[in-house]
């Protein structure tokens, strides 16, 4: 059999999906099975297994015995033989999701030199580079006959205009490091707009759309003729929309206040300085703010049931608070965004586990983007988006006007597509 393994490290997480190929349709995987891994550091972690075919049962256990993301892998492919009756050897080919590719621009089978490239970035995304590398590392022991090879999401962002992409820093500096806007959650947009052009019936090299991609990270993309013209994350997936445990845009200079020993609010004393390092100011912007940061929760479902949705209430609370600066930030983007494709806007879609979950951020975002021409959203269709089969959802009015779209987006197939139409991995 041509089976495909999907990899997805997150954070705390792992997502595994397992898709079988056909050679006359390698466009349209079909998945086979499915498992997720939570709380892989919050343990004891809990496994599920689900299969799609040729039965529909899932398996629900609390693992002990998984305390990082490599055991995690191992105890996936313990329950694939011992559940799913799949003899690990017939995986030929292991895709995985990496979240910074720095210079590559696609798909790239691992090796000695694409591993300690990827390595190199880890600093880059430092809550996911690392953990997708030790997933290949585990792969490429437990099942070294099979190809690992590694999709980017900085990949989707390659043709970002040099305007767009080049900050306003020394050139020299910049292009000697690497220093640029790259771009992330490219696998989840490649998908969002390959279901968009399916559903609107459209070419995808003609498609005009705004994406949110909000989940615990939490992102944006203006895509023009099927291709990204800018997007929120920049150099590092820091940069943008705030997150669960991200800052999101700040003040550059705003972390050297943040940790001065001062005990005035600004100080630029040199006596009672405070000598950052790069890695304690990435642990305090990507680590210790966001929503956890303003509300002690990471979990935007419950921040979203405290806050008070009143536009004229005060927004000292910290749950409203929280809310109110995502959908000021998402705001903020979209009008940018808007500009960007001068108006000619097919749909405004969310996705991520947020956009595809939270009627109330997208009930607030589509009456802010009503002046702009999107389609007024339907409160009915909006509340049963978990309700609703199918990849995407039209939750606008249907008054013919720009629409409103929710996409259930799917990483691992992207991966598994994009695998399945690569010849050269198939040789």
């Excluded at 909000?214 to 990204?228: L, P």
Aim: glycine share 8%.
């Amino acid at each position: 059999m041509s089976l495909v393994l999907a990899v997805n490290a997150g954070s705390s997480s792992l997502k595994i999906s397992l898709f079988r190929r056909t050679a006359d349709n390698a466009a349209n995987p079909a998945l086979l099975l499915s498992s997720s891994t939570s709380s892989i550091f919050a343990p004891p972690a809990k496994f599920k297994f689900s299969f799609v075919a040729p039965q529909h049962r899932s398996l629900n256990e609390v693992v002990d015995s998984i305390h990082d993301h490599a055991s995690a892998f191992r105890h996936f492919l313990d329950r694939l033989k011992e559940e799913a009756s799949i003899d690990p050897i017939d995986i030929k080919h292991i895709a995985h999701r990496v979240v910074h590719g720095g210079d590559y621009i696609s798909p790239v089978i691992i090796s000695e030199e694409s591993y300690h490239h990827i390595k190199r970035l880890s600093d880059l995304a430092p809550l996911h580079n690392g953990s997708a590398l030790s997933v290949i590392e585990s792969a490429i022991k437990a099942l070294p006959h099979a190809k690992s090879i590694a999709f980017f999401d900085s990949a989707f962002h390659k043709d970002l205009p040099i305007h767009v992409a080049t900050y306003a820093i020394n050139q020299q500096v910049a292009q000697e490091r690497g220093l640029k806007k790259y771009g992330f959650h490219g696998l989840s947009y490649a998908f969002i707009l390959q279901a968009v052009a399916a559903h609107l019936n459209k070419a995808p090299d003609t498609v005009n759309i705004i994406a949110l991609h909000i989940g615990s990270g939490a992102s944006m993309c203006a895509i023009r003729n099927g291709q990204s013209i800018d997007t929120s994350m920049g150099l590092t997936p820091l940069s943008g929309l705030p997150g669960a445990t991200r800052a999101g845009d700040i003040d550059g200079s705003l972390i050297f206040h943040y940790t001065s020993r001062s005990p005035a609010r600004m100080s630029h004393d040199p006596s009672i300085s405070k000598e950052v390092k790069v890695t304690e100011a990435e642990d305090i912007l990507n680590f210790k703010s966001g929503w956890k940061a303003l509300t002690g929760t990471a979990d935007f479902k419950e921040i979203t049931e405290k806050a008070d949705m009143g536009t004229l209430s005060d927004a000292t609370d910290p749950n409203t608070l929280a809310f109110r600066i995502m959908l000021d930030r998402i705001l903020h983007f979209a009008g940018a965004y808007h500009l960007a494709l001068h108006g000619d806007v097919d749909a405004l879609v969310f996705a991520g586990g947020v956009g595809e979950r939270s009627a109330e951020l997208r009930r607030a975002v589509g009456e802010a983007a009503a002046c702009l021409g999107f389609a007024v959203i339907d409160e009915t269709k909006n509340g049963q988006v978990n309700d609703e089969e199918g990849i995407i959802v039209d939750i606008g009015s249907g008054d013919g006007r720009k629409r409103m779209l929710v996409c259930h987006t799917d990483e691992q197939l992207e991966m598994a597509r994009e695998c399945s139409l690569a010849n050269e991995f198939w040789v």
